[in-house]
Each structure stands twice: as structure tokens, then as C-alpha cells.
């Protein structure tokens, strides 16, 4: 079993930032792509970015590539969220998630990751 737990999140005026973690624990963190992803209400929980187990390989979804950066730090079991120029539309419910079948290649799906933390608010005003 993986336990992850969010923090970071906030209330940040748009164009400012906010820095995400996602601190692992329970059974082995590696290998595995972690992700990011996010839910805004009435919405579905959408891809945001997602790093293999080396850092070798990163992908993001449209919308915040390049205003986002993920990173993880392994020896710490930790995985970060760099989040600048927000957006108003930025605001949602920001999730980790492990996909402990997969080192190499970072999937988008969701249904392909099998952890998840709880949740962070991340809230965007204009």
C-alpha cells in the first residue's frame, strides 16, 4: 500500500505561483510515474503533468505546459508541482497519483494510475 498526501495548495491572486508536493509513504516509492492531476467542479479529473521514475521523461497537458514544472526528488520519496502564471481556470482540486505498473513511460489516463492522495484546493482569483 502507497500513501500519498498532498500540500501546498491555496488561495493565490492570478499570475502568482504556488509550489505542490506529494510526499509518498507506506510500500516502496520506486519504480513508478507519478502524475498530477486536477478536478474542477463539474468537471472530470483531467491530466495535468506526469514524470517517469528517472525525471528522463515528462509530459503535461496543453493548457499549463510551460507554465508548470514537475520534478520528484526519490531519496525524499517526494514529488513537486511548480505552478507559475496562474490562471483563474486554473482553480481545482489538485491530485497526486502513483502508477506503480509503469517506470519508464508516463501515461495521461487515469484509470492507469492506482494511488491517489487526497487533495489539494488550489484556488486562482482574477
Known amino acids: 500500500q502507497v500513501q500519498l498526501v498532498e500540500s501546498g495548495g491555496g488561495l493565490v491572486q492570478a499570475g502568482g505561483s504556488l509550489r505542490l508536493a506529494c510526499a509518498a509513504s507506506g510500500r516502496t516509492f520506486s519504480p513508478s510515474v507519478m502524475g498530477w492531476f486536477r478536478q474542477a467542479p463539474g468537471k472530470e479529473r483531467e491530466f495535468v503533468a506526469g514524470?517517469?521514475?528517472?525525471?528522463?521523461?515528462?509530459s503535461y497537458a496543453g493548457s499549463v505546459k510551460g507554465r508548470f514544472t514537475i520534478s520528484r526528488d526519490n531519496a525524499k520519496n517526494t514529488v513537486y508541482l511548480q505552478m507559475n502564471s496562474l490562471k483563474p481556470e486554473d482553480t481545482a482540486v489538485y491530485f497526486c497519483?502513483?502508477?506503480?505498473?509503469?517506470?519508464?513511460?508516463?501515461?495521461?489516463?487515469?484509470?492507469?494510475?492506482?494511488?491517489w492522495g487526497q487533495g489539494t484546493q488550489v484556488t486562482v482569483s482574477s
Open positions: 497519483a502513483a502508477d506503480r505498473h509503469r517506470a519508464v513511460v508516463v501515461s495521461t489516463k487515469t484509470v492507469d494510475y492506482d494511488y
Open positions: 514524470v517517469n521514475w528517472s525525471s528522463s521523461s515528462t
